[in-house]
C-alpha cells in the first residue's frame, strides 16, 4: 500500500521536472547561464532583458494577450493585493463603492477589508448559495451610481465552485465597471483558450498551482488600465511593480503555462471518475456532509465537514495514515480558524471540521481505494478524540 498520498493539490504541485530544467540555465552563476539584472544596460543585463521580454511575448501570446497587459508578480496573492488596492485607489475619484463575494480567498478578502476600514471604501459581499454560487441577479442588484471596482473568483479553492464571472464580466462592462477575477484555482484544471473567455479587466494566476516555481504568478491587465502601484522603488514592469524581476521564477511560470494549462493537467474525465469514488465513499459516512459540488465544480475537489470532531483531529489523523489533504484554505491550516467558505454555504456549525480532498495528474485509482477503505475508521478516532479532550 502507498504510505504517502498527496491529496492536496489545491494548496500546491510539484515542481514538474521539464519546468525545472527550463528554469535552471537562470539559476546558476556558471559560464553562459543568465543571471545578470534586466535593468542593466550592460551586455549581461541586456541578455537578461531579452530574455524577460521573450517570456513576457511567450505569455502573452499563450494567453492572447498583448505583453504590456502582463505583469510579472510573486504570486497569486500580490496579484489580487495589486488588482485590488491599485484598482481602487486610481478609481477612487469617480466612486467609493465596490463588489465581492463572500467566498473569496483571503487574499481578496483582506484587501477589501482593509479599503473599507482604513480608506472609506463600502464593500458589498455577496451571500452565495449552498453549493457556493454567486448569483448574478444579486450582482446587478448590488450596483450602486457609485460602484467603480468588482472582484469575484473563476474557481473557489476550497469547495470548488465555478462562478459564472463572464456574465458578471459582461454586466461589469455595461456598467463601466472594472472587473477583475481570482482564477487561481482555474488555471491548470479548467480550460483556458484565451484570456477573453472570463470577460474581465484583470486576471490572477498563481504558477504553483499548476506544476510551476512558488512565488510566480502574473496579474494580466487589459490596456489602457494602469493600476496605481502597490510597491514602490523602481520603475520595474511598466512603473507597475517595482523589484527587480525573478527572471528564473518568470521562466518557471511560463513553461508551466505552455506546458498544462491549455490542455488541462488534470485530465477531467479520469480525475472526475475518482472524486466520484471518493464523493461516494464519504456519503456513505454517517457524520459525513458533502460540500463540494459534484456539478459546475472543480472536477478534482472533494469537500466535506464532519459531526463531532475538528479539522486539526481529522487532519493528524488522515496524516498518521500517509494522507495528506486540507481544512480550508492552506493559509488557515495549522489553526482552528473557521472556514469563511462553510460559514458562507450556511454550514456555520460546521466551519472547523472541513476536510478538503483536491487530487491531481498523479493520483490514482489504488490511492482512492485506499483513501475510501480507512476514511471511517480515521473519522472515527478524531471523534474519539474530540470527547477524550472535552472530558478534560
Ligand atoms: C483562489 C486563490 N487565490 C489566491 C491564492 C494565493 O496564492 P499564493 O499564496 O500562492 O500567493 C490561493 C492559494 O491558495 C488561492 O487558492
Known amino acids: 500500500m502507498p504510505r504517502s498520498i498527496y491529496l492536496d493539490y489545491n494548496a500546491t504541485t510539484p515542481l514538474d521536472p521539464a519546468v525545472r530544467d527550463a528554469m535552471l540555465p537562470f539559476l546558476g552563476g556558471g559560464v553562459g547561464e543568465i543571471w545578470g539584472n534586466p535593468s542593466s544596460v550592460h551586455h549581461v543585463g541586456r541578455k537578461a532583458r531579452a530574455l524577460l521580454d521573450d517570456a513576457r511575448d511567450r505569455a502573452a501570446k499563450f494567453l492572447g494577450a498583448k505583453p504590456s497587459e502582463i505583469i510579472f508578480t510573486s504570486g497569486g496573492t500580490e496579484a489580487n493585493n495589486l488588482a485590488i488596492f491599485g484598482m481602487a485607489r486610481l478609481l477612487k475619484t469617480k466612486g467609493k463603492h465596490l463588489i465581492t463575494s463572500s467566498i473569496e480567498h483571503h487574499a481578496v478578502l483582506q484587501c477589501f477589508d482593509y479599503l473599507e476600514k482604513n480608506e472609506g471604501f463600502a464593500v458589498t459581499r455577496l ?219 450556511g454550514r456555520k456549525e460546521e466551519a472547523n471540521s472541513l476536510v478538503r480532498f483536491s487530487l491531481g495528474r498523479k493520483t490514482t485509482a489504488e490511492e482512492i481505494d485506499w483513501v475510501c477503505s480507512v476514511l471511517p475508521e480515521v473519522i472515527r478516532r478524531a471523534q474519539l478524540a474530540g470527547k477524550a479532550a472535552s472530558r478534560l
Open 127 to 345: 451571500p452565495v448559495n449552498a453549493d457556493g454560487l454567486v448569483s448574478v441577479g444579486d450582482f446587478q442588484k448590488a450596483i450602486r451610481n457609485d460602484t467603480v471596482f468588482a472582484s469575484v473568483m473563476a474557481a473557489n479553492n476550497e469547495i470548488g465552485t465555478l462562478q459564472p464571472v463572464a456574465e458578471i464580466g459582461a454586466l461589469c462592462r455595461e456598467r463601466e465597471i472594472v472587473f477583475h477575477t481570482d482564477a487561481v484555482q482555474w488555471f491548470g484544471k479548467e480550460p483556458v483558450e484565451n484570456i477573453g473567455q472570463f470577460n474581465a479587466d484583470l486576471v490572477s494566476v498563481c504558477a504553483h498551482k499548476f506544476h510551476g516555481p512558488k512565488g510566480a504568478g502574473l496579474l494580466y491587465i487589459k490596456s489602457p488600465l494602469h493600476p496605481n502601484p502597490i510597491l514602490f522603488g523602481g520603475g520595474h514592469e511598466n512603473e507597475r511593480r517595482a523589484g527587480t524581476e525573478n527572471l528564473p521564477a518568470i521562466i518557471g511560470l511560463v513553461a508551466a503555462l505552455e506546458k498544462f494549462v491549455k490542455s488541462p493537467v488534470f485530465d477531467h474525465a479520469k480525475l472526475k471518475l475518482l472524486a466520484d469514488v471518493l464523493a461516494a465513499a464519504v456519503e456513505k459516512i454517517k457524520a459525513c456532509e458533502l460540500v463540494s459540488p459534484r456539478t459546475n465544480s472543480l472536477a478534482n475537489t472533494v469537500s466535506f465537514t464532519v459531526r463531532g470532531t475538528d479539522g486539526i483531529a481529522l487532519m493528524a489523523g488522515l496524516d498518521v495514515e500517509g494522507i495528506c489533504a486540507s481544512s480550508g484554505s492552506a493559509c488557515a491550516a495549522g489553526s482552528l480558524e473557521q472556514s469563511h467558505v462553510i460559514a458562507a454555504i
